[in-house]
């Protein structure tokens, strides 16, 4: 076989496998905001969680998501997405400060097996693309399995 054989098969191959990669990722889910929510919460200092999620959350489900809190029993194609925001106290108020993260779970019992049948995600900031998630989404689930009676969703709603 030739080097030139050799380098085109070895780029195919990583081709393919980006784009498996990707197909498999969670993406940022753009207008999260205008879906349901489902609750507001906020996590203060003595929290077990507290670190990283200290802050002022808010809940947003899609339509689908939505039939799954009914039940416990979330389909595949159900978004749930935590807004995670820095909590600042002062004139006798508690307001968000700056976006710390936004956490996005996807149900796809297919490519997400060994999680649940759940993608998780973590957007720093207020990037789209800076992911937080480096262990395919391992260290959450382990966190989440303590809810699988719940489909390993923590948040009900109100």
């Given at each position: 076989m030739k080097v030139s054989t050799i380098v085109f098969i070895a780029i195919s191959t990583i081709a393919v496998t980006a784009g498996v990669k990707a197909e498999h990722s969670v993406a940022y889910p753009d207008n999260f905001r205008d879906w349901y929510h489902v609750k507001s919460?906020?996590?203060y200092a003595d929290h077990a969680l507290a670190?990283?999620?200290?802050?002022?959350?808010?809940?947003y489900a899609n339509k689908l998501a939505m039939e799954g809190f009914s039940n416990r029993q979330f389909a595949d194609g159900s978004v749930i997405v935590f807004d995670l925001f820095n909590s600042i106290e002062g004139g006798g108020a508690l307001q968000e400060g700056d976006?710390?993260?936004?956490g996005v779970m996807v149900k796809d019992s297919k490519h997400f097996s060994s999680t649940g049948g759940w993608g998780f995600e973590g957007f720093?900031?207020?990037?789209?693309?800076?992911?937080?998630?480096?262990?395919?989404?391992?260290?959450?689930?382990?966190?989440h399995e303590q809810v699988k009676d719940s489909d390993y969703v923590f948040s009900q709603l109100r």
């Amino acid at each position: 076989m030739k080097v030139s054989t050799i380098v085109f098969i070895a780029i195919s191959t990583i081709a393919v496998t980006a784009g498996v990669k990707a197909e498999h990722s969670v993406a940022y889910p753009d207008n999260f905001r205008d879906w349901y929510h489902v609750k507001s919460m906020v996590l203060y200092a003595d929290h077990a969680l507290a670190d990283p999620f200290e802050g002022i959350h808010h809940v947003y489900a899609n339509k689908l998501a939505m039939e799954g809190f009914s039940n416990r029993q979330f389909a595949d194609g159900s978004v749930i997405v935590f807004d995670l925001f820095n909590s600042i106290e002062g004139g006798g108020a508690l307001q968000e400060g700056d976006r710390k993260l936004t956490g996005v779970m996807v149900k796809d019992s297919k490519h997400f097996s060994s999680t649940g049948g759940w993608g998780f995600e973590g957007f720093a900031g207020d990037s789209k693309d800076q992911r937080l998630v480096s262990d395919g989404g391992a260290g959450c689930f382990a966190c989440h399995e303590q809810v699988k009676d719940s489909d390993y969703v923590f948040s009900q709603l109100r």
